[in-house]
């Protein structure tokens, strides 16, 4: 859309505001009128040629046929449209016919928009225009509103036509529609001091998108073309694709019929599509209202082509009820099957943190990706940077990616020039994906940076300062065809570059060092064991308020306790309300107690720094006195009076017996020689095929990324054992994880400039300082 004619026609309608609603609404609520009489008009103005005739329709069918329901398919047919109005009134008549009576005024608007076909119904609905139009009324601004959005200055048709002095007022498109639209609400929102909101798509970014997903497959597109966007806002991606591949102009003509689809979660820019819908003769059926996330709406249905532009970094947690149960990935969507470090298939968990759910978008249309045996399908959708290396291995953002790419589905991503959105000024890109992909590019991904590709605007709309000519988008979709490499030229260049699948893949490897223990009984160390380490706090406090009387009367200070608790906010949940005032949870402390003082008089109060030998004495003794604990419990002694010391010994987790069969198959697992258990955690005695194994210290443990492409064995050789002898990989805790970083990949190194350069420099500097510089620096 023109950047005059669009700002032109929002201050025309931002005027009508103004001058009509200033002591009607507060400004930020300008857009309740504005906004549904803005489609309503559009509507309108399409009806009014057809009106005579769908009223003969209406009287043909009620006074000759006598229908009792009406033939809608007629009253459409004379429409012109899949709408229709049934009432005797436009918007125009409504105001040619008006009276000073506001109440008259208000009767027949209503039974004008109670005229409207079902379709259109909703959308008035949706905007609450009625409530609007009775406010209106009461305020007596509701025909001066009519006066506005009547007059013949203002086109906000897809039409072009001209106003009573023959100037020609250019149409407005459904993505004209989008831009105003947005502008409105960037407008509105500015008077509430909301933020934006959404990132409406411009018009240059979806002719790319178009040309990217289209170009390649122009010569084979199938008979009857269906075109989906999840997140679909306004409904510009889906006309505009619509209109590329059927333009009679353009490279592509699309022969046969092409049908839209799509979801989107705001009741108004829903309205705003759906209209634009029927205005361009789509199934307005297609479009629906809710949230993508929440309900699989089109379940079971499968598009050729997909194109959006999900909101980013906007929490999903309202639907995380629907899509996950506790831990458990409950809609299939979001569930990917995905092979672990050793080979075997399991199911994993493709949803993204809850506060960014971009990714699930793109989740929801490679699940909507039509078989391979039908031609497949081509995805193109906007994203952030964070979708490309946010998640840690394992994760949702990191199994998403992974799922992508090995999958070889991803072709490409574009990254976008910053400040070419209308909200946001971050870095974009466009992910580009095929589950078909051409021959030359299987197996392969190509990254593309045309972030320097961009033309400056003479005015700013909202955040967008700059815009991709027609020759950028013909250059980059030129760089993507021919899927080679190609360094940046000069500052505003392109650049290219091509990677095999398994560069973005990585194995987390977690490096485990020895735990080193001291040990030594105090009373001070064993006196915790008298509470319950979860509710320590309170039952620290109660014994020190009541001594003895918790083992004797605690249900006299019950109440006491749980005030305490509340007026400390521990927020206890019922389970432990309970547990802190049951006398059961005080005996078993006690007589943990009672053992670890036992143990103390038996063993004594030396310190050991083996801890090994420590623990030992300490399991002959419980075996002496016959004392049973469970294995949690003697950890807790056992915790209680131990620290690690790096001077320490290792402690010993076991032994373990390999040799045969055993050792081979070990071996073949790791896929090391003998030699090398050491680094895996086998650390071999002096009985030949005994190994010892050694506890894990948390607090040392470490990652380390290893490429997949390279040896983790060699990476650890070369890379951790020379740096720390005693560590070793922990290969049942690997994971493989998938990052793509931009930054690195398309990094230019600038030298610094030469010393003589920048001397000379700072000579030329102190001599038009008179001086100043060399007396500073005592050179003078």
Not at 200 to 210: G, H, S, Y
Request: charged residues 30%; hydrophobic residues 35%.
């Amino acid at each position: 859309m023109n950047t005059a004619v669009h700002n032109k026609l929002v201050s025309f309608i931002w005027s009508i505001a103004d001058d009509c609603l200033r002591d009607v609404y507060v400004r930020g609520k300008y857009r309740d009128v504005i906004l549904p009489m803005v489609v309503l008009r559009r509507l309108d103005a399409l009806l009014e040629p057809t009106k005579e005739a769908v009223m003969k329709e209406l009287a043909f069918q009620r006074e000759e046929m006598k229908f009792t329901e009406l033939d809608e398919a007629g009253l459409r047919q004379e429409a012109g449209y899949v709408f229709y109005n049934t009432s005797q009134w436009t918007l125009q008549r409504l105001y040619n016919t008006a009276t000073n009576s506001q109440q008259i005024l208000q009767a027949n608007f209503e039974d004008y928009l109670n005229g409207f076909s079902a379709n259109v119904k909703e959308i008035i609905e949706k905007f609450h225009l009625k409530a609007q139009v009775r406010h209106m009324a009461n305020k007596d601004v509701l025909l001066n509103v009519l006066e506005k959005f009547t007059s013949p200055y203002i086109n906000l048709t897809p039409f072009e036509k001209a106003d009573p002095e023959g100037r020609k007022l250019p149409a407005l498109t459904n993505l004209g529609m989008g831009y105003v639209f947005e502008e409105l609400i960037r407008k509105f929102n500015e008077e509430n001091n909301e933020e934006a909101g959404e990132h409406f798509t411009p018009r240059e970014v979806i002719d790319l998108m178009t040309h990217l997903v289209f170009e390649p497959v122009k010569e084979v597109l199938p008979p009857v073309i269906t075109i989906y966007d999840p997140a679909c806002g306004s409904g510009g991606m889906l006309t505009e694709s619509q209109n590329f591949i059927k333009d009679e102009e353009g490279e592509i003509k699309a022969t046969g019929d092409v049908h839209l689809y799509g979801k989107e979660i705001n009741d108004e820019t829903y309205a705003i599509c759906k209209s634009d819908m029927m205005i361009k003769g789509n199934n307005p059926e297609n479009i629906r209202v809710g949230s993508t996330l929440s309900t699989d709406e089109f379940a079971g249905k499968h598009f050729n082509y997909m194109l959006s532009n999900p909101p980013y970094g906007k929490s999903w947690d309202s639907e995380l009820k629907y899509i996950k149960d506790g831990k458990e990935v409950i809609d299939p969507r979001f569930k990917i099957k995905l092979k672990d470090y050793w080979g075997s298939e399991e199911e994993c968990d493709a949803t993204p943190r809850s506060s960014d759910g971009q990714l699930l978008f793109l989740m929801e249309m490679v699940n909507k990706m039509k078989p391979l045996s039908v031609g497949g399908s081509r995805i193109a959708s906007v994203h952030n940077g964070s979708s490309l290396f946010t998640g840690d291995a394992g994760g949702g953002e990191s199994n998403i990616r992974r799922y992508l790419i090995e999958n070889d589905w991803l072709e490409a991503i574009i990254q976008l020039p910053n400040n070419l959105f209308y909200n946001t000024g971050i870095t974009t890109y466009i992910w580009l994906l095929s589950n078909n992909k051409a021959a030359f590019r299987r197996g392969k991904v190509q990254l593309i940076d045309a972030g320097q590709l961009f033309r400056k605007l003479r005015k700013n709309l909202g955040n967008k300062n700059c815009e991709l000519a027609p020759q950028h988008i013909r250059e980059i979709v030129q760089v993507y065809a021919a899927m080679a490499a190609m360094e940046r030229q000069s500052d505003e260049g392109i650049a290219s570059k091509v990677f095999d699948n398994q560069d973005f893949g990585y194995y987390k490897v977690t490096i485990e060092r020895p735990k080193r223990l001291k040990a030594q009984f105090m009373a001070s160390r064993i006196s915790p064991l008298r509470f319950d380490k979860t509710l320590r706090e309170p039952m620290e406090w109660a014994y020190g308020e009541f001594g003895d009387e918790v083992y004797t009367n605690l249900g006299k200070h019950e109440k006491a306790i749980l005030d305490w608790c509340e007026k400390e906010d521990l927020n206890l949940n019922a389970k432990k309300a309970k547990a802190v005032v049951d006398p059961e949870t005080w005996k078993k402390g006690r007589e943990l107690l009672l053992i670890a003082e036992g143990l103390m008089q038996a063993i004594g109060e030396d310190e050991y720094n083996d801890f090994n030998t420590f623990r030992d004495r300490v399991d002959a003794e419980l075996k002496k006195g016959k004392q049973k604990l469970s294995a949690s419990e003697r950890a807790a002694i056992l915790n209680a009076v131990s620290w690690y010391d790096s001077g320490a010994e290792k402690v010993i987790k076991g032994t373990v017996k390999l040799t045969g069969e055993k050792l081979e198959a070990l071996l073949e697992r790791l896929g090391c020689a003998e030699k090398d258990l050491p680094g895996y955690g086998y650390y071999p005695t002096n009985k030949k095929g005994e190994y010892i194994e050694y506890e894990t210290e948390a607090d040392l443990r470490d990652t380390e990324n290893v490429p997949l492409k390279g040896r983790i064995q060699d990476y650890f050789l070369r890379e951790v054992a020379p740096h720390v002898e005693e560590a070793w990989m922990a290969h049942d805790a690997t994971k493989i994880g998938y990052e793509i970083s931009f930054n690195k990949y398309f990094y230019q190194h600038k030298p610094l400039r030469d010393i003589e350069e920048v001397t000379a420099e700072i000579l030329a500097l102190e001599e038009e300082s008179e001086g100043l510089i060399r007396e500073i620096v005592n050179l003078s």
